[in-house]
T-cell receptor, first 114, second 111 residues
Framework: DGGITQSPKYLFRKEGQNVTLSCEQN?????MYWYRQDPGQGLRLIYY???????QKGDIAEGYSVSREKKESFPLTVTSAQKNPTAFYLC?????????????FGPGTRLTVL | GQQVMQIPQYQHVQEGEDFTTYCNSS?????IQWYKQRPGGHPVFLIQ?????EVKKQKRLTFQFGEAKKNSSLHITATQTTDVGTYFC???????????FGKGTKLSVKP
């Protein structure tokens, strides 16, 4: 089946630790995105990548880092510098960059900082 | 920066009643997309509107894009319990820009 996978589904981390969230897609999509979702909020863009080995900051990139070494993979690291990391994190992909392409979302990772 | 405002934030309806959510932007949008997120799930693409005044229908769902391309609406006729979820609009000022998501309208349907 084609799609996007995110792991783990739930993640607990101690304050001050870095943690990496996985996102893999087998849709052969060029563009990938990371969003953060908080209760009552929309989706806020953290980072995006339109092509391998290139990525750009979104609206709330502070405290996060990404890499795009392979077309299929776009891992997100939540660093200890992120002040309020507890949230639901969604990865998405689209055929190309820009706003005209439909985005396909993964099931999400719910991160809780203890 | 660009903002996409969505109202209402919550809507509770009796099954069979109609439902509408509205999306507004202070700037002209190149396109708008609508997504649905079921409780505990992830957003799923519903539709995209591109043309001024465009109207599209999907069974009981009707999507409209305003003449000035600054607003959009999603109307559900005769809601069913399967319509429960949060509906998001997402727009962009330019085709090369990123989508800006509204905060969503959470719909609950009482059987």
């Amino acid at each position: 089946d084609g799609g996007i996978t995110q792991s783990p589904k739930y993640l607990f981390r101690k304050e001050g630790q870095n943690v990496t969230l996985s996102c893999e897609q087998n849709l052969n999509h060029d563009a990938m995105y990371w969003y953060r979702q908080d209760p009552g909020q929309g989706l806020r863009l953290i980072y995006y990548s339109q092509i391998v080995n290139d990525f750009q900051k979104g609206d709330i990139a502070e405290g996060y880092s990404v890499s795009r070494e392979k077309k299929e993979s776009f891992p997100l690291t939540v660093t200890s510098a992120q002040k309020n990391p507890t949230a639901f994190y969604l990865c998405a992909s689209s055929r190309g960059g820009g706003s005209y392409n439909e985005q396909f979302f993964g099931p999400g990772t719910r991160l809780t900082v203890l | 920066g660009q903002q996409v405002m969505q109202i209402p934030q919550y809507q509770h309806v009796q099954e069979g009643e109609d439902f509408t959510t509205y999306c507004n932007s202070s700037t002209t949008l190149s396109n708008i997309q609508w997504y649905k997120q079921r409780p505990g799930g992830h957003p799923v693409f519903l539709i995209q509107l591109v043309k001024s005044g465009e109207v599209k229908k999907q069974k009981r769902l009707t999507f409209q894009f305003g003449e000035a391309k600054k607003n959009s609406s999603l109307h559900i006729t005769a809601t069913q319990t399967t319509d429960v979820g949060t509906y998001f609009c997402a727009g962009s000022e330019g085709s090369q820009g990123n989508l800006i998501f509204g905060k969503g309208t959470k719909l609950s349907v009482k059987p």
